[in-house]
């Protein structure tokens, strides 16, 4: 069973369009997380959520939204695409108060916008 | 803010050890990971330590902290191609902030 799971793996689309990434997990946390890997391969926290309620948000432009209809889902939606927002998104879960906080990471959407 | 630093590039031969080094500013850090990244998968928790913590042995790893300096240091004896990789620290302060990375290691094992 895949603990985080996001979709869709590959999403390759225009300047100007809006498009979702869907993440759910399965190991019953509290918070999860959206994080975006650029071309370089630098990682930066983007949201951060608590059982469905927005806890951080690192100056992330408002077209992107993030939306948490329940604690097992994290979905981010990006409106007007631009070609900048072409990165990998990593969706995470975490529970606090267990040993060590361990982030599990879900496989990543690839982003592509042309 | 916190900032977390790593080098980008390490190349070592296979049988050799491998040594990564990392330093980071936020003295409230609790935990500290290593996280590695295979090519084109996402991100997997290799280990981690206590910033009350030294040192830890986990098989071919050891975790190296030096507190006062702010740096940590893993290293992986016996490398192998099988490790070739993006080696990712990080690190928080506590049980639901996120992780600040470091740009990655990017590990090449030559046989």
């Known amino acids: 069973d895949t603990a985080v799971s996001q979709t869709p793996k590959y999403l390759v689309t225009q300047m100007g369009n809006d498009k979702s990434i869907k993440c759910e997990q399965n190991?019953?946390?509290?918070?999860m997380y959206w994080y975006k890997q650029d071309s370089k391969k630098f990682l930066k926290i983007m949201f951060s959520?608590?059982?469905?309620?927005?806890?951080i948000n690192e100056t992330v432009p408002n077209r992107f939204s993030p939306k948490s209809p329940d604690k097992a889902h994290l979905n981010l939606h990006i409106n007007s695409l631009e070609l900048g927002d072409s990165a990998v998104y990593f969706c995470?879960?975490?529970?606090?108060?267990?040993?060590?906080?361990?982030?599990?990471f879900g496989p990543g959407t690839r982003l592509t916008v042309l | 803010g916190e900032d977390v630093e790593q080098s980008l590039f390490l190349s070592v031969r296979e049988g050799d050890s491998s040594v990564i080094n990392c330093t980071y500013t936020?003295?409230?850090?609790?935990?500290l990971y290593w996280y590695k990244q295979e090519p084109g998968a996402g991100l997997q928790l290799l280990t981690y330590?206590?910033?009350?913590?030294d040192m830890k042995q986990d098989q071919r790893l050891t975790v190296l902290l030096n507190k006062k300096d702010k740096h940590l240091s893993l290293r992986i004896a016996d490398t192998q191609t099988g490790d070739s990789a993006i080696y990712f620290c990080a690190e928080s302060d506590s049980g639901n902030t996120p992780l600040v990375f470091g740009k990655g290691t990017r590990l090449s094992v030559i046989a």
């Open positions: 995470a879960s975490s529970q606090p108060g267990l040993a060590y906080n361990e982030q599990f």
């Open positions: 959520y608590n059982n469905k309620e927005l806890i």
């Open positions: 330590i206590f910033s009350n913590m």
């Open positions: 190991l019953g946390h509290d918070t």
């Open positions: 936020d003295s409230s850090s609790t935990y």
